[in-house]
């Protein structure tokens, strides 16, 4: 008997469960100002209607539901709600719309008419939205604007990933804030930290920059970004391309890493490197690692490497600098020294500290060169080698042409040769005089107050001495090797830059910093795939078709759109 009784309690405490968990499955209707059937309009369902601030309320696991009408079907477990809809779910999602429709056998929610949904920190307006409870996840493909603290983002497609907080955007992406702008075709969105991935050709544009990609990040809050493929960064005269790029608007301050290109398209002008910084409100450019800027001269360019090079200043009058191990190379002109300046506004070009120039057959030395540049046609007009001048020009009988004084001043012709050199004070030479036949036939050594040396087919044709020459002819054999030296000889031939190759000449091949890479975005599942087929009620507005993703709307249909539409 006790058995019995027993048996009895247990079965009724299951039977109250089930009842129970059938109840907590089942959409709550209450409020409004009545409720009808009627059977004829509606078969199969209740109609609730509100009454003035009464609206019609509606529950069902955890979201909340209140509109001006609804209409209910039970038996299906499925409700249509109409004007002044609005949804909340917990904290996380505030919804309102003209229309609506929640299934709630399947947690699915459909909502249009003005639909703007607001979730911490952003806002979603629409014109049709779809929602499922079950994935914590809503889409829309009509075109929408979600506005967050910083800026406001609007695209074709869009979906938004609840417990990550992240929306994914896709096709005619539209980032506006007071200070940039972004186009894109798939760009990836937080909205707790403002963070922006970019995939595929996207574009930031500002005032004073705009910066290309085909794959970045940027901070919307911060102003700044990381680009890598295909990056590149647009200033009102200056283009920065590398292998990554770092960008932060409100320090006006850019770098870049490995394969850099900075060009200049005012002043026809290009610096390579492999580390550069760029600081746009200064005008000032620093690059390293291989670092080469190329003057552009029709078809004769000026190479300038170092081991540093900043160039500076603005558009109209650029300065560009180098340090350590400066080599200079143009067809018809190359040199050496410690560092350089050159200054584009005067064509004047500085080279300090054991500085060493070849023209021709002819190496120029000196405590520092001058070299003057036509600014009009950008030709090589003259030099200036200041105190301890010694130029030296090797002889086909293996021994050399000197000739040392305070200062030299040479003159190039239009073909940028040279023509002609003066050498001024306390001249010293030492020459290898040669018949018609270029027989040796003496060597010459003697002093001078100045000197004037002619130049023809790149090599010495005359040399004059003025004021107060004293010189003596010595025949060859009579002259020994150890007095055939000016004081403060060096002849520097193997440092001689033949080719603009010859600029790295002894270095080693820079290690390139590894790339910190941009990952594309995982394969997001379709939206509307389900463990089961999505079940649509006879009563929906929605029809199979709409529970399908169009085949137009993946980001790979978008970006082959976009290459032929560009095609």
Not at 75 to 81: C, Q, S, T, V
Not at 102 to 120: E, W
Not at 453 to 468: C, G
Request: charged content about 25%.
């Amino acid at each position: 008997m006790k058995n019995l009784i027993w048996l009895l309690i247990l079965c009724n405490v299951h039977l109250c469960i089930g009842q129970t968990q059938a109840n907590d499955s089942l959409i709550k209707v209450t409020g409004g100002g009545f409720s009808q059937i009627n059977e004829a309009l509606f078969p199969g369902a209740v109609v609730y209607a509100g009454n003035g601030n009464n609206q019609v309320y509606v529950q069902h696991k955890g979201i909340e539901m209140w509109c001006d009408r609804a209409v209910f079907y039970r038996k299906d477990n499925f409700i249509r709600i109409f004007d002044n809809v609005r949804m909340n779910q917990g904290d996380s999602i505030r919804m309102s719309s003209k229309y609506a429709e929640y299934n709630g056998k399947t947690q699915f929610a459909f909502a249009s008419g003005n639909v703007d949904m607001k979730n911490p920190g952003t806002t979603l307006k629409t014109d049709s939205l779809f929602f499922d409870r079950a994935k914590q996840q809503a889409y829309y493909r009509s075109g929408g604007t979600v506005k967050d603290t910083a800026s406001t983002l609007k695209s074709r497609i869009g979906r938004y990933f609840i417990a990550e907080k992240r929306y994914q955007f896709l096709e005619n992406v539209k980032v506006t804030n007071p200070e940039y702008t972004i186009d894109s075709d798939h760009l990836n969105f937080y909205t707790e930290t403002g963070h922006t991935y970019m995939y595929g050709p996207s574009t930031i544009k500002g005032e004073t920059s705009t910066v290309y990609c085909e794959r970045g990040f940027y901070d919307t809050r911060a102003d700044e970004g990381y680009f890598i493929k295909n990056s590149r960064i647009d200033y009102n005269n200056r283009t920065l391309t590398g292998d990554s790029l770092y960008f932060n608007r409100g320090r006006s301050f850019a770098s870049a890493t490995n394969h850099i290109v900075v060009t200049d398209t005012i002043n026809k002008s290009v610096i390579k490197g492999h580390y550069a910084e760029v600081y746009r409100a200064k005008d000032s450019v620093f690059i390293t690692k291989r670092a080469v800027a190329i003057s552009i001269q029709d078809q004769d360019s000026l190479y300038i490497h170092a081991d540093k090079l900043m160039v500076t200043g603005p558009e109209d009058d650029r300065i560009v600098r180098g340090f350590y191990d400066v080599r200079l190379f143009k067809s018809d002109l190359s040199g050496r020294c410690d560092s350089i300046i050159t200054r584009q506004s005067t064509g004047l070009t500085k080279m300090i500290t054991q500085p060493v120039l070849w023209s021709g057959k002819s190496q120029m030395t000196g405590d520092s060169i001058h070299i003057q540049s036509n600014t009009q046609t950008e030709k090589l007009d003259s030099l200036h080698v200041f105190f301890n001048a010694f130029i030296i020009d090797q002889d086909s009988s293996g021994g050399f042409n000197q000739i040392k004084g305070k200062e030299l001043i040479g003159k190039f012709n239009d073909s940028s040769e040279l023509e002609v050199v003066h050498i001024n004070k306390n001249v010293e030479n030492l020459i290898y005089s040669r018949n018609e036949k270029q027989q040796l036939i003496g060597i010459n050594k003697g002093t001078s107050g100045r000197m004037v040396i002619l130049f023809e087919d790149k090599e010495m044709s005359v040399i004059t001495n003025f004021d107060n020459p004293d010189d003596i002819t010595y025949p060859p054999d009579e002259l020994p090797e150890n007095a055939r030296s000016l004081r403060g000889f060096i002849w520097r031939g193997e440092e001689m830059i033949a080719t603009k190759e010859d600029l790295f000449k002894g270095q080693p091949a820079p290690v390139l910093v590894p790339i910190q890479g941009i990952p594309l975005p995982k394969l997001e599942e379709d939206f509307f795939k389900q463990d089961k087929k999505l079940e649509i009620n006879e009563n929906s507005r929605l029809k199979e078709k709409d529970l399908k993703t169009r085949a137009t709307d993946t980001p790979d249909r978008i970006r082959k759109k976009k290459a032929e539409n560009e095609g």
